[in-house]
């Protein structure tokens, strides 16, 4: 699987803090992190820290992948996340694009089409990825066992977690096969266990509900029968029964019902209700030649953590926020957290920030996420809502909704500022965005170059005294024509230059190269500047 790193970098260097026998450091030092919970979310988090050299232990309950399926659909802002971790390629192999989403009436009259493009976008891939969650789990399971900074630990049971004000975080853990209990110390602790949160649990945080909790049957079902219907996902808006479809691969399909007072999974779920549920899409094919891989009830609920940090423990994923799965931004969400937290502990745990940077991790990834939440709710509310009057004002309210963000297209809203993400001088300004991941002048695009690190983006030349201070920082400069879409980019927001992180959010922008150079943190990661594009 190909390393998202250029070919022509230096061998990585152990992060300082995972060095075994440096100088001083005794046999027992804490571990730099300590992650809880093995899904997409830690195991991402994991690796990306294993990007900047800094090593973890990734801990979970079961000894092995959960096998049912859950996530479905991921953007093509959180595949380039898969592409730092160098899963992208096996995802691709494993996933299909999304064409898009359709909101249908009752009798599945078409009311609104937002199409989503196949190829390859702004960011480099396609903008809607449909897969098997067991599959991307597979992927980066096989990446971490490849990856000699990370260790993965199944059938252990966290029972405790302790902290200080100045020592390490102490997590107790129970072997589930043996029974025998040991205590590891960490410098940070990751919750990404899940809505059942432990670590949440023993924190002490509380989950603050924002509103909606609806009950649904999930069926996945795998079968080689041709089911002949368009090929994106389709959204029922019904209040006497609203419904997902989703083709999830070429012989997964994935439907969703909305359950009524009264109604139990096991009662929906027997095989003459559950065939006459899927008629609409089936038709011909008979329920025979499907196979049910799952039918179960589903709580779907909107809620986010009322702290992600509790002094050296953060929560990620489902232990910080969940969402209804209307706009499929559940498990990309909890990728997000991983992408935007990791770079920042590297930089701690390397000594080019202060523990204090770590507070801007809730502070912009809050916000952000429960903006895709709310709309989540809308959609979800617009499917189900309103008996007939409802079905009336649909026919004029759901095509409008193509206007709204993350129905458009797959952008996601800009970031709330913070200590490592400037203020916008102007509402077209850069701060906060994503950069694209366009094309180079050698063509290759810009997360294959950058990796792990700074990269300031410029269509101005770059001074040697400037691109040596850049070196020093571990900033790498790339300059751009600006007649290129990085060009075209630069000047729609009115800058000169754009200094973006790691997790390829844009700190600032501006036309003063010194001063953006300046502004970046020391982040520790394997860089190459010996091939910049010109």
């Known amino acids: 699987m190909a390393d998202p790193r250029p070919t022509s970098s230096p061998a990585r260097p152990p992060h300082p803090s995972s060095r075994p026998g440096r100088p001083g450091a005794p046999a027992d030092a804490p571990l730099p992190v300590v992650v809880v919970g093995a899904g997409p979310t830690g195991v991402t988090a994991a690796l990306l820290l294993a990007g900047h050299g800094v090593r973890s232990v990734v801990l979970d309950r079961f000894p092995g992948i959960f096998p049912q399926p ?3 659909h991921l953007d093509d802002e959180v595949y380039r996340v898969l592409q730092r971790v160098g899963a992208h390629e096996g995802f691709a192999a494993v996933s299909r694009p999304g064409t898009g989403l359709r909101l249908l009436a009752p009798d599945h009259r078409v009311l609104a089409e937002f199409a989503r493009g196949v190829a390859a976008g702004v960011h480099g891939h396609p903008e809607a990825n449909m897969f098997d969650q067991p599959d991307l789990e597979t992927l980066l399971r096989r990446r971490a066992a490849e990856e000699p900074l990370v260790t993965l630990r199944g059938g252990v049971e966290v029972t405790g977690v302790g902290q200080s004000a100045d020592g390490p975080v ?33 924190v002490g945080v509380a989950m603050r509900d924002l509103g909606f909790a609806q009950r649904w049957l999930v069926v996945d079902v795998d079968t080689d029968a041709t089911i002949d219907t368009w090929d994106g996902v ?18 997964r399909h994935r439907w969703e019902f909305r359950l009524l007072a009264g109604e139990t999974a096991a009662g929906m779920s027997e095989p003459e209700t559950l065939a006459r549920l899927v008629r609409p899409w089936t038709r011909e094919v008979p329920f025979s030649a499907l196979t049910v891989v799952r039918s179960a009830e589903y709580t779907f609920r909107a809620q986010v953590a009322e702290r992600w940090r509790v002094g050296r423990v953060f929560l990620l994923g489902d232990a910080a926020h969940l969402t209804p799965p209307f706009v499929g931004q559940g498990l990309g969400s909890g990728l997000r957290d991983a992408a935007n937290l990791t770079w920042k502990l590297a930089g701690v745990l390397g000594g080019g920030l202060s523990d204090d940077a770590l507070d801007s991790y809730q502070t912009e990834r809050l916000p952000h996420v429960t903006s895709l939440i709310r709309l989540a709710m809308m959609v979800g509310r617009s499917m189900t809502e309103g008996g007939e009057v409802g079905n009336l004002l649909r026919r004029v309210v759901v095509p409008r909704l193509a206007w709204l963000p993350m129905v458009l297209d797959s952008a996601t809203p800009p970031l709330r500022r913070s200590a490592l993400r400037r203020r916008r001088a102007a509402p077209w300004g850069l701060a906060g965005r994503l950069c694209p991941n366009a094309p180079l002048a050698d063509g290759r695009r810009l997360d294959d170059l950058a990796g792990l690190c700074f990269v300031l983006v410029t269509a101005r030349p770059v001074p040697p005294v400037v691109a040596a201070v850049a070196r020093r920082r571990g900033v790498l400069p790339v300059t751009v024509a600006r007649g290129s879409q990085l060009g075209r980019w630069l000047r729609r927001g009115r800058a000169g230059a754009a200094l973006v992180r790691p997790d390829r959010t844009v700190l600032t922008s501006g036309d003063d190269l010194s001063a953006l150079v300046a502004a970046a943190p020391v982040v520790p990661t394997a860089m190459d500047h010996s091939t910049p594009p010109s």
Do not use: K
């Open 70 to 72: 859950r996530a479905v």
């Open 234 to 251: 389709h959204q029922v808006c019904d209040p006497r029964r609203a419904a997902t479809y989703v083709r999830v691969g070429s012989r």
């Open 170 to 202: 102490r997590i107790t853990l129970t072997d589930r096969d043996t029974g025998v209990r040991e205590t590891l110390a960490a410098r940070y602790l990751l919750g990404c266990d899940g809505a059942n949160s432990t670590v949440r649990a023993r």
